[in-house]
Each structure stands twice: as C-alpha cells, then as structure tokens.
C-alpha cells in the first residue's frame, strides 16, 4: 500500500513538472561592434517592460510566467554585460549588469524580444566572466496560477536615450577621388541655409460640438448580476459597446425609434470580453450613463452629450527630439485593456474598459502615432504604427512607443483633427500630416545589424502559425525599408502576403509595399499601390507617389501631388534621405520653389559624409541648378563642371547638358561648338529621359542651325526611345511646332525645293490638320511649281482635295490644280480637275457663285480643249463672253496654237490696244513680244497691207529694243523675203504661248481673287 502511494506520488511530481516546464524561454547572446545583444525566444507574442534601475542595470519584466534556459550563452565574457540574475519565474522578471553610460534598445521581432546594450562613449566596456545567479543550466517554470491584472503601482520610467545613429557606421568610405564638393562649391551652403529658414504656424483649435436637438432618444442597454467595465464609441459608420465581461446571460437591448435601423447586433468575442457591434445612425449624439451591473448609452438627435474632464497629457518630453515622451490619459476607474479587429476596415483597436460611464476620452482625436475614436465610455484607441503600446498606469492609461511619441504641444495635447481650420482672419491652418511610417523605430540598428536581426526573426519562422509568422515577415520588410533595402524588403512582404493575404487590405502593408516598390525602382507597381484609395487621407504617402513620378520623369504630376506639409521628411533616417531628398528637392526647383528646395539641399548636404558618390554628385547637380535659379552662374559652374569629367555616368550626362543649355543661352558658347558637345554627350546615358533630352537638344540645336532635316530625324530618335510618357509627347509637340514655323517663316525659302519636299515626305505626320497644315502643303506645292516639279506640285494638291480641305477650299484648290495640269502639258488631268471645281461650285452658297469664278473654269476648259486639238470646241466656248484682256490673249493664243492666223492677228490687235502702249516712251519687254506676235500672224495670213502699217506704226520703237532684227525680217517687204524669213517666222511661232501668264499666276499659293 505504501509502495503503491509513493508510485502515485511520483506520477502526481512528473504531471506537475511536466507542467511547469511546458513554458521554458530559451535566451541567447550576439556580439556585435558596437553593442550586445540579449535575445528571449517566446512561443507566444507576449507584453514586457524595461527598465533602469540606478543606472547600471536593467529590470526586464516579463508579463508571463516562464522558465528559462541560457544553455552556454553566459559562459563567454559579452562587451557591457556585468552580470546576469534570475530575479522570477512568476512573472519571468530578470536583471542585467551594465555600464552606467550606455544607452540600451528594446525592440520586439514577431515572439521574439530582444535586448541590446550599446557601447558607451569611450568604447566597449569589458568586465571579464558575467556573474550569473538564479539560473542552474534549465528553470522550470511555475505552476500556472489564475492571471492578475498587472496594474504598476507607480508611473513607468522615462523612455531610455534613443540608441547610436548607425547609418555613419553603414556609410560608404570617403576618399579623395569620390569627393564631389569642392571648397569652392560648399561657399554655396551658406546661400542655401540662409533661405532654408522654416516658418513656424499658427496653433491648432479644437472643434466644438454642436447640438442639434430634434428626435426622441434611442437607448441602448446592458447588465449582468456581477460587475463589469464598458466602453463605448464610434468607429468607421459603425457604433460599438465593449465589455470586459464576456458571459452576459442577458442579451443587449436597444429600445427607442432607432432600434430597427441599428439591429442585428454583430458580436465579436475574445478571451477577455465581448465587442457588440451595430449601424451608427447619421447625425446623432450619444452619452453614457450607469456602472457596474447596468449600463446604458443613449442616442439621437436631442441627446447632448458629456463633456470629458480627462484631456491627455504629455510626459517626459524632449524638446529637442522629433519622437519622445509618452501620452496619459487621466482616465479614472479604468479597468481592462482589450484587443479588437474591426471586420469592415480591418484596423487595430485598443479598447479601455472603465467601472463608471462618466469615465471618457469625448471627442476624436487624431495624432501622429495613433488616433482616439469618439467615445462616451472608455477609451478607444486605433494605433497607426505597430508598436505602439496602451497599458493601464497609476493615474491612468498611458500610451507610448519603444522611441518615444511625436507629439505636438507644450502643455497640453489638444486634438488636431484631420480637417483644416480657419481662423478669425480667414487664414487657413492646416494640421499636423497623418503619418504612417515610423522608419526610425523600423530600423533596429541599421544596415550593420540587418542580418543580425533577420536570424532573429526568421530563426524559428517554420514552427510559428501562419498569422504570426506573417507578423514576423512584417517586422522583417519594415526594417529593410526603413534601411532602403528594396529589394530585400519586396521578398520579405511578398513572403508575408502569402501567407495571410488579408494583408493587402491593410493601409500600413499597402504602404510599406509601395516604399519597397520605389526603393526597388519598381515604378510601376509602386505608383500603383501608393495610389490605392485606402492611403489617400495620408499626406506622407502622397510624398512617396511625387518621388516615384519624378524618378520617371513626370515631374509636371509630381509637382502636382505634392503635400503641401512635407516636413516628415526630416524625421527620416539618413539612408531613406539620400533616396528621397534629391528627388524631392528637383521637384520643388522644377516648380519654382526655390525656398523648399533649399530646405532640403541644406538636409541633404549635412548628410554628406554618409552618402554614396553617386548621392554627393545628385547633392552637387542641385546646388548648382540652385545657383543657377538665383542667377548666380559662376557658382553654377563651379558645381557642374566637375561634374561633366566625374566617375558618376548619370551626372556626367546630366551636368553636362545642362551645362551646355547655360552656356549657349548666356552666349559663351556658339551652335556648332554646342552641336560638338552634345554629340560626345549622345551615347553617354542611355535608356531613359536623359537620353530623350540630349537627343532633344542636339536634334533642336541641329534645327537651329540650318540642318532642318537632319534636326529632326535626331528628334524624331528621341521620341522613340520615350514614346508615350509626357516628356516624349512634349518633344514630340515641340517638333510640330518647329516643322509648321520653318514652313511660315523665311527658313524655307532659303533651302532647295528638293530639300523642301525631302523634309515634307520625311515628316508629313508632322502636318498640323487644322487649316496652318493645308496653308503648309500649299506652300509646298507652290515651292514645287516654281521649281517645275510640277506633277509632285499636283500630287500634294490632290491629296489635299481627296483628304482635306473642305467647301470653298476644294473649289479653290482644284482651279489651282487644273492650271498646274495646263503648264504640265496635261490636259486630259486639267479637264478632270475643272469638273470637280464646277461640281463643287454648284454646291456653294449663292453669294460664291460669281461670274468671274465661272468665267475662269470656262477659260481653263477652253485652253485644255485647244491644247487637246479641239480649238474649234475651244472657241465655242468663249462665245457670247464678256471681252477681257485675259479673254483676248486665251483666243490669240487658241487660234495661234491652231494656226488660223487671221483670228490669231485680229485678237493679238485687241491685247495691244488693251495696253495704250506709248508712243513717245521706249517699249516695254512685253508690249515689244506682242507686237512681234501680231507681226508673225499678219506674216502668215498674208496680210501684208497690215503688216505694213504695223511696221510703219511701231518701227522706230522696235529699232530700240533686243527684237529689232527679227522684228525687221518678219515685217520686211515680200520681194525680199528669203527661205532664212521663213525659219525665223517658224521659230518665234514654236515659242509662244500667250496664255503663259495667265497660268503662272496659278502656281502661287495665292492665285488671284475671284
């Protein structure tokens, strides 16, 4: 019997051990440069504290009870770690030995905590072996005991100094050859500082609330035997009622006239209470009322609520610090802290459960770090960073982050609402920007302790759930963000997402994946997940969507989207700055912003020391473009031109175009010289807009310099290579503009009509299609037909009946064109042309219908027919017209070209009477070949009674002119005609054409007015 107790016995101790070591944390050490590191790997996430105590050493409270195993981690002597004691297992509390000058850190990695101990000023302290107590190789874990709310008897210690900047540790080394600034260039700081001075703005007001008293109150109303704590607010169209009691036999009520349209009552459960979830009618007020076993919130439009006595204040502020301090609440009677997941938006809410309904936050709040939601119980509380930490405190709920809070007042943190208000004096005051990104939490120790830190996150990842492996990954993206690894940062958060995909609809994940996007010159999809509709409210995000325009080029959008508050910038950690600025600052010089630019720049240089080369030559370019907006070009030049012989391609290229556009507009250099230096700078950057720039440029310059053909072509290259993006279009723009001004200009009339038609078929898509294109092919074809390319002439004015013009125009053009077709010699075409002319003539207005424009088309027709053989038709068709000069020369010149040589005479006789030809004056060219003409017509016909008065008439004013021989020949008496009269006669006949003229004026873009 006795055996068979101490066997039960046995069996009762195993049970209870096997229990007590179910939780046992394992904890391991690293060393690093420039601190060390203590590593707890928990199984769960859990809430911990850390504090100085005397300052050399660290109180670490676990608010879980744990064994611990160290294994060998301790048996090695560790840089500023003096001693190591186990003070409890319930809850698993240790303390820590250091120095009293270093600085520490805490930070959580997915079930992780880790601890490290920076080095102190004067370098790593070494005490030799650790002095360990409390600990025998394994200590099991207590025997789980019924869980007590953990409420500090007195405040929390201050935030520890923010631990070593790493970045100057991760920067690249300067050497002589990369410096980019010279002294002479770093002159141009105090410039740039002088004009960085920021303005400071007015304070921010609170709202007030109004009441809007009009409808019967709705109630709604909960109770239990025991006592337990409430809170109640709104959130996202929605009103909720926590409780911290989660075995409510009696359901909830809700009892008045808005009792259907707030139902069904959505629950939502934990371990450690109940959130019941319903419609939040539009327009209503709400209070709370009761305690302890009743409760009671009241709705409507009459209802006038509360005035909250608890306003939150600010403890432990570091005026000289972005991040510092923490936030209390003076919230009376608060009871428990509890986690909720809103379904709809998929936020984090903290809710604060209190005992009496006059304990509330009131009206919204919204902060940097987290926002508090109206309220008329409790408090509730939707973080905006993941670390941030609600946690009940003597006096109250205090809220607080690893490194501190960004809050804004000195006495008093009044609300600061998303809306801009506007003071007495209608001047706009906008609030402080929403942030979503905390980078320099993010960072846990810079780019030395990355990889560090991702065994510590990722060393036991396989055995995790998925939702906190997720968690983890997460952690892990963030801090390569924060450390402006893209890459890096796209595999862990892609790793993430699959393995909880709820993630995208997540701000801060959706956030995070652009920043890595961008980082990763993924631009695209960057812009894409930056532009989704769930970030626009934040300011901080709209500045991430600017620098991804502007590194494709887009600057004109970049400039646009733009907050107008960016001073969240300047809280970056360096790494993210040297990214970020460059861009930035170039968007605000591209749009004239001279001021923010030079805010920037001066953030930008002060970094310097931590910059790649390739940073300090982007650092060095916008100096310069500074200068060069201020109108100081020597200094200007002192920034680029070393610069256009540096190691740095894309500033080379960069520095030199610009270089070479200051230059010429300044006049010190000439075209050619220009052409010489963009054609070395062609090839020395491709395959973006750089690229598309100098092509611009050079082909412009090309342009300018006579070399139209060649310009464009050039051009032309650069729109390919940027096809459709807005600088393309602009080039693209420019070069219309530049072939329709040549075309309008006295540019082409001094190139060749070759070269003329060269460049229209080489670039005809550049024709404009309004009216300047029709006025460009008609000028085309006038150059044509003055250099008697007459069928290309007629080719480029069909084209324009066929595809162009419109009314009046094709009239117009197609009278034009039948002339072209007569001088041609094709008058089969001309007739064809005529007819469309007539046709189209028919189908204008009355008013257009002249005589003198159909009188022209007759004409036309009738010379056509003459040149077919048909003079006769010809003639015919001149019947019954009203005489005119340019109707006498058409019959002359019908009857010439026919040979009836009387008709041909009598007609030249009217032209020259037409001409009141002087007397007493010497002939004119024109009136001595008419009088030749008529000479040769008489000689002909045989009319030499005419012929002879001819002679006797205009002898003596032929004898003074170039045609005195002929003219003496042909009009010579028939006795002493010889065979020689005969070949003269016959050769002057072969060269005329007296309707010539009539035709040349058609060749012109603007034929004579009918």
């Known amino acids: 019997m006795f055996k068979r107790f101490n066997i039960l016995v046995c069996i009762v101790v195993l049970l209870v051990s ?123 874990a207590p025997e789980p005991q019924e869980q007590q709310e953990d409420v500090p008897e007195e405040e929390a210690a201050e935030a520890s100094p923010e631990a070593p900047s790493q970045s100057e540790l991760t920067a690249p080394q300067e050497s002589e050859q990369e410096t980019v600034l010279s002294e002479a260039q770093e002159e141009v700081v105090e410039q740039v500082e002088a004009l960085a001075e920021a303005e400071d703005g007015p304070a921010i007001q609170t709202d007030t609330i109004k009441i809007k008293p009009r409808a019967p109150q709705t109630r709604f109303v909960i109770s239990s035997v025991d006592n337990f704590g409430l809170a109640a607010f709104r959130h996202a169209d929605r009103f909720w009622v926590v409780s911290d009691k989660n075995d409510i ?30 419609y939040d009618p539009p327009e209503t007020e709400f209070k709370g009322s009761g305690g302890g076993i009743s409760w009671g919130v009241h709705l409507g439009t009459s209802v006038v609520p509360e005035e909250s006595t608890a306003q939150p204040l600010r403890k432990g502020v570091d005026r000289n610090e972005t991040r510092s301090g923490k936030v209390l609440w003076p919230l009376k009677g608060a009871r428990n802290v509890l986690d909720f997941t809103d379904p709809v938006t998929g936020k984090n809410i903290k809710v604060v459960t209190v005992d009496e309904a006059k304990n509330f936050a009131g009206p919204m709040r919204e902060f940097v770090d987290f926002t508090v939601l109206q309220s008329a119980i409790g408090i509730a509380i939707v973080p905006k960073v993941s670390d941030l930490k609600v946690q009940l405190v003597r006096g109250g709920v205090e809220i607080s982050r690893a490194e501190g809070l960004s809050v804004i007042d000195e006495k008093l943190l009044e609300s600061v609402t998303m809306e801009p208000k506007k003071t007495a004096g209608d001047q706009k005051v906008t609030s402080t920007a929403r942030r979503i990104f905390d980078f320099k939490a993010w960072r846990l120790g810079g780019v030395q302790a990355t990889d560090e830190n991702k065994r510590v996150i990722l060393g036991d990842l396989h055995s995790q759930a998925d939702a906190v492996q997720a968690e983890s990954l997460l952690t892990l993206g963030q801090m390569y963000v924060a450390n402006a690894m893209g890459p890096e940062a796209l595999g862990a958060l892609d790793y993430a997402v699959a393995k909880r995909s709820d993630l995208w609809d997540n701000p801060e994940f959706a956030a995070i994946y652009g920043v890595a996007s961008a980082l990763a010159y993924h631009n695209e999809d960057a812009y894409g997940h930056l532009s989704r509709d769930l970030l626009q409210p934040f300011d901080e995000v709209q500045l991430w969507r600017a620098y991804v325009l502007a590194d494709v080029g887009d600057w004109q959008q970049a400039a646009s989207i733009m907050p107008a508050d960016i001073s969240m910038i300047y809280d970056y950690p ?96 000439k075209l050619e010289e220009s052409i010489d230096d963009l054609e070395r700078l062609r090839y020395a950057w491709r395959g973006d807009a750089l690229e598309v720039q100098i092509n611009y440029w050079l082909g412009r310059t090309y342009f300018e310099a006579g070399e139209y053909l060649r310009g464009l072509k050039i051009m032309r290259d650069a729109v390919t290579f940027d096809r459709g993006t807005p600088l393309g279009r602009r080039v693209a ?96 075409q001309a007739i064809a042309a005529l007819d469309r002319a007539a046709a189209k003539l028919e189908e204008l207005p009355q008013e257009f219908k002249t005589p003198a424009r159909y009188r022209d088309i007759l004409m036309l027709r009738a010379r056509a027919l003459s040149r077919k053989g048909r003079p006769d038709q010809a003639l015919a068709l001149l019947n019954g017209l009203d005489r005119t000069p340019e109707m006498d020369l058409l019959r002359s010149d019908i009857a010439w070209t026919a040979g009836y040589w009387d008709d041909a005479a009598e007609a030249l006789d009217d032209v020259i009477s037409n001409e009141n030809i002087s007397m007493t004056r010497p002939l004119e060219g024109y009136h001595a070949t008419l009088i030749l003409q008529r000479a040769v017509a008489l000689n002909l016909a045989g009319d030499r009674i005419a012929l002879a008065n001819l002679r006797e008439k205009f002898g003596d004013l032929m004898k003074q002119t170039e045609k005195a021989k002929v003219f003496e020949v042909i009009t010579r008496p028939r006795q002493n005609a010889a065979l020689a009269d005969r070949d003269t006669i016959l050769s002057v006949v072969s060269e005329v054409d007296l309707f010539e003229d009539f035709l040349e004026s058609y060749r012109s873009i603007t034929p004579p007015v009918n």
């Open 18 to 140: 096997a229990q007590a070591f179910a939780q046992t944390v394992a904890m391991r050490t690293g060393k690093h440069a420039e601190y060390s590191r203590l590593v707890f790997d928990w199984n769960e996430r859990i809430d911990y504290t850390v504090e100085r105590e005397g300052g050399d050493s660290l109180l670490v409270t676990f608010k879980k009870d744990a064994g611990l195993t160290t294994q060998s981690a301790l048996d090695a002597p560790l840089a500023n770690i003096r001693s190591f004691d186990l003070v409890s297992t319930s809850p698993l509390t240790v303390r820590i030995g250091i120095p009293t000058d270093s600085s520490i850190r805490d930070l959580r990695a997915g079930t992780k905590i880790v601890v490290d101990v920076y080095n102190p000023s004067s370098g790593p302290r070494s005490f030799g072996a650790i002095k360990v107590s409390g600990l025998n190789g394994s200590t099991p």
């Open 249 to 278: 036999l009696i359901r909830p009520q809700i009892i008045g006239p808005l009792a259907e349209t707030m139902t069904p009552i959505q629950e939502i459960e934990n371990t450690r209470g109940t959130a019941y979830v319903m």
């Open 574 to 669: 360096a790494l993210l700055q040297n990214r970020l600025i460059p861009r930035i600052a170039e968007i605000a010089l591209r749009d004239g912003n001279l001021r923010l630019a030079n805010q920037l720049l001066k953030v930008a240089y002060d970094n310097r020391k931590v910059m790649h080369a390739s940073e300090r030559a982007a650092l060095a370019y916008l100096l310069g473009e500074s200068a060069r907006q201020t109108g100081d070009i020597e200094k200007t030049l002192e920034f680029w031109e070393p610069l256009t012989v540096g190691r740095d391609d894309l500033y080379r290229a960069k520095a030199g175009l610009a270089l070479n556009r200051l230059k010429i507009d300044e006049g010190l250099i």
């Open 733 to 828: 723009g420019d070069m219309a503009d530049m072939f329709s001004e040549l075309f309008f200009s006295e540019g082409i009339e001094k190139i060749s009509a070759l070269d003329a038609v060269a460049l229209y078929d080489e670039f005809k898509e550049l024709v404009p299609l309004d009216e300047r294109g029709d006025k460009i092919i008609g000028q085309l074809a006038e150059i044509l037909a003055d250099a008697d390319l007459l069928e290309r002439a007629a080719e480029l004015l069909e084209h324009q009946i066929d595809h162009r013009l419109r009314g009046t125009e094709i009239y117009r053009a197609s009278v034009r064109l039948a002339a072209i077709r007569l001088l041609d010699n094709k008058p089969e």
